[in-house]
């Protein structure tokens, strides 16, 4: 009873440590490229292509099968040890083990086994790009969650900058220096100004419900991400990230660019495998079996009933003699048993070897027309592979334009913040000396928040854009 405050302690401990634990982008990576459930229905396709591979594997080595049977039988049929015919009631067992093995069947086989190791490769490297896909889709809504809360803080900036004012104004206007309208506009501005902050908090938890949903967390769980400042994420220059080299590196380690080579490499395989199976087949084939049967079978008593003439005679000194033979009858004296199971079992023991060969001569075109479908599934993968690689280059190419004008944007926005910044500072002091309206005011304001949500966004924007170019590259992911 002693240890059960401890072990509560302990558990308790480890709750907290794991509700308290402050989500990075590596941390979040890995935790979605483990536990997403569309990464995990991969890993479970590529087991399956695995267990196929192996089986086909085994196809090779000779089978073996034992069968066994026994019976009750009557009537007129077939004795399963001496094979005559026989009126009567019995039991029979039998027992049987045959092996068969191919011994030449055109390579068919052997490149079967060969394209199912690709199709395990094929697999693998599908696994690799949902891994890359779902990567790219958290690292997006990890962003999304700073952009959200950035836009959260700017929103209660806002908040606390229009509360300032309208506390000042409401003095002003107490002691008679501002007319009422001053502090009803003021209000108004502080109820857009608290919507707008309840937006962008409402945009944060609905980031983080998105997020969550992509690392397969339940909804209602804790959850805290870590917050960098958006201007310490290293990025690549841009120089760095020209379309044409990024391309090439990206057709080497992109895994859809894998999955497409393993894909039809496996494809070829299966074609050479069809055009095999139209040929014959040869296969040595041997067996061992024995049978065993429990029946009364009647038995009979010889009686002498005299000697008559055989029909054959013997002359002796001119004389001719007939020949005499005995004649018996017989009487049946009872019954006598089968032999014991183990001595039928010897005794009727017997073996057989050979060599058979299979040869499709017509069976529906079946065998060419599967041969002539691989083919075209060949052709197939061929041009998939060539649309792939040339999504690829076109996506890259977009990318990086997206990149570049992001760029731009974000550095205009940032001047267009600055001057809005600068106005509003002049606005706040010809405000307080009374040389200008709130209506100008709150316009001055409002342009400066706007700016600063345009900048936070394009800001966030720009560095997505340019984290999917190192993606790409082959760089992962890093913040």
């Known amino acids: 009873m002693?240890?059960?405050?401890?072990?509560?302690?302990?558990?308790?401990?480890?709750?907290i440590q794991l509700n308290a634990q402050k989500w990075n982008l590596r941390s979040i990576v890995d935790y979605a490229m483990a536990n997403n459930i569309g990464v995990k229905l991969s890993e479970v396709q590529a087991k399956i292509s695995g267990l196929v591979y192996n089986q086909s594997k085994l196809s090779q080595y000779p089978n073996?099968?034992?069968s066994g049977n026994t019976g009750f039988n009557s009537g007129s049929n077939q004795d399963p040890t001496t094979f005559t015919r026989i009126t009567q009631t019995y039991i029979s067992a039998g027992l049987q083990l045959q092996s068969s093995a191919q011994i030449f069947n055109f390579y068919s086989?052997?490149?079967?086994?060969?394209?199912?190791?690709?199709?395990?490769?094929?697999?693998?490297?599908?696994?690799?790009?949902?891994?890359?896909?779902?990567?790219?889709?958290?690292?997006?809504?990890?962003?999304?969650?700073?952009l959200a809360m950035q836009q959260q803080q700017?929103?209660?900036?806002?908040?606390?900058?229009?509360?300032?004012?309208?506390s000042n104004t409401k003095k002003l206007v107490a002691a008679g220096s501002l007319p009422e309208l001053n502090a009803s506009q003021?209000?108004?501005?502080?109820?857009?100004?608290?919507?707008?902050?309840?937006?962008?908090?409402?945009?944060?938890?609905?980031?983080?419900?998105?997020l969550k949903s992509y690392m397969n967390i339940d909804a209602a769980s804790a959850f805290e991400v870590d917050t960098p400042p958006v201007a310490s994420i290293p990025l690549e220059p841009i120089a760095d990230l020209q379309p044409a080299a990024v391309y090439q590196l990206a057709m080497a380690n992109q895994p859809l660019q894998h999955y497409d080579d393993f894909k039809l490499k496996a494809a070829e395989k299966f074609a050479a495998s069809a055009r095999g199976s139209m040929y014959p087949t040869f296969s040595l084939y041997g067996s061992l079996g024995s049978n065993y049967i429990a029946a009364n079978n009647p038995a009979y008593v010889p009686v002498l009933n005299g000697f008559v003439p055989n029909g054959s005679k013997v002359t002796v000194g001119g004389v001719d003699y007939l020949i005499q033979a005995p004649s018996y009858s017989y009487t049946r004296s009872g019954t006598t048993k089968s032999d014991a199971f183990g001595t039928q079992l010897n005794d009727?023991?017997?073996?057989?070897?050979?060599?058979?060969?299979?040869?499709?001569?017509?069976?529906?075109?079946?065998?060419?027309?599967?041969?002539e479908r691989s083919k075209l599934n060949v052709t197939t993968l061929q041009l998939q592979k060539?649309?792939?690689?040339?999504?690829l280059k076109q996506n890259i190419y977009?990318?990086?334009?997206?990149?570049?004008?992001?760029?731009?944007?974000?550095?205009?926005?940032?001047?267009?913040?600055?001057?809005?910044?600068?106005?509003?500072?002049?606005?706040?002091?010809?405000?307080?000396?009374?040389?200008?309206?709130?209506?100008?005011?709150?316009?001055?304001?409002?342009?400066?928040?706007?700016?600063?949500?345009?900048?936070?966004?394009?800001?966030?924007?720009y560095v997505f854009k340019m984290k999917v170019l190192e993606f790409y590259k082959g760089l992962g992911l890093k913040l």
């Open 2 to 15: 002693r240890y059960k405050f401890p072990i509560l302690l302990l558990f308790i401990t480890t709750g």
């Open 64 to 66: 073996l099968t034992f």
């Open 109 to 146: 086989k052997r490149n079967s086994i060969v394209a199912n190791q690709w199709e395990v490769e094929a697999a693998k490297a599908n696994t690799e790009k949902t891994k890359n896909d779902i990567a790219l889709t958290a690292a997006n809504a990890y962003l999304q969650i700073l």
């Open 154 to 166: 700017i929103a209660l900036v806002q908040v606390e900058q229009t509360q300032a004012q309208l």
């Open 186 to 210: 003021l209000e108004a501005q502080l109820a857009t100004d608290s919507v707008n902050y309840f937006t962008a908090r409402g945009n944060v938890t609905q980031a983080i419900l998105t």
């Open 348 to 371: 009727n023991f017997r073996q057989s070897v050979g060599l058979s060969v299979n040869v499709p001569i017509f069976n529906g075109s079946s065998l060419r027309t599967n041969y």
């Open 386 to 391: 060539s649309q792939d690689d040339q999504t």
């Open 398 to 461: 977009a990318a990086y334009n997206a990149a570049v004008v992001a760029m731009e944007k974000f550095n205009a926005s940032e001047k267009s913040m600055q001057a809005n910044q600068k106005t509003y500072d002049y606005a706040i002091k010809r405000f307080n000396v009374g040389m200008l309206g709130t209506f100008d005011l709150i316009t001055a304001q409002n342009n400066l928040f706007r700016s600063k949500l345009e900048y936070a966004s394009n800001q966030f924007d």
